[in-house]
């Protein structure tokens, strides 16, 4: 039901898809030159560039790019991400709370919650956060897979725990530095 407004052609009333569409031109550019870890971008201040991905979130960027080289554009690319990102992230949340409780309608209702949280629906609607969207996928994700280390002692685990944890911090490094606490 919330991505519903996201089906309309073009942007919608959001604050920041133009903006990262306009960043992820350059990233794309970048990209193009040879450039792996891109960091300049030279469209900001006045043509003189800075290295706004030095500090930024890359991973979006490196999606968008994806999909931009299959032929979407950049807005249509950050929607999908932001798309398919909040319905991973309430199936994260479903398999970690059910995980944890053994309990499948607790999952149900606490994914429910997640996905309808005011905070979670404000970044993908006004404020369009590509990191933070991205950063509530794999934050349960990471707490999903440490129960399954926990409890199977599996490599494999192990293995997409560190993954994930890596996807976390190149979505956003600030909920990544909190989350690495717990």
Partial sequence: LPLISMLRPGT????DISIHSTFA???????????????????AL????YPLFLFAYPLPYYFVSILHLIGFSFISGFKLIAALSYIFSGLAMYLFVKEHTKKIMTGFIAA????FAPY??????????IGEILAFLFLPLC???MEKIQFTRSYIFVFLLSISMGALILSHQAISLVASIF
């Fill in 112 to 115: 429910i919650f997640y996905l």
């Fill in 46 to 49: 006045n043509w003189y560039g």
């Fill in 12 to 15: 919608y009333e959001s604050g």
């Fill in 143 to 145: 707490f999903y897979l």
């Fill in 120 to 129: 979670h629906l404000l970044d993908l609607h006004f404020r369009f956060a």
């Fill in 25 to 43: 031109i350059t990233f794309f550019e970048s990209l193009k030159e040879g450039n792996l870890f891109p960091v300049w971008n030279t469209y």
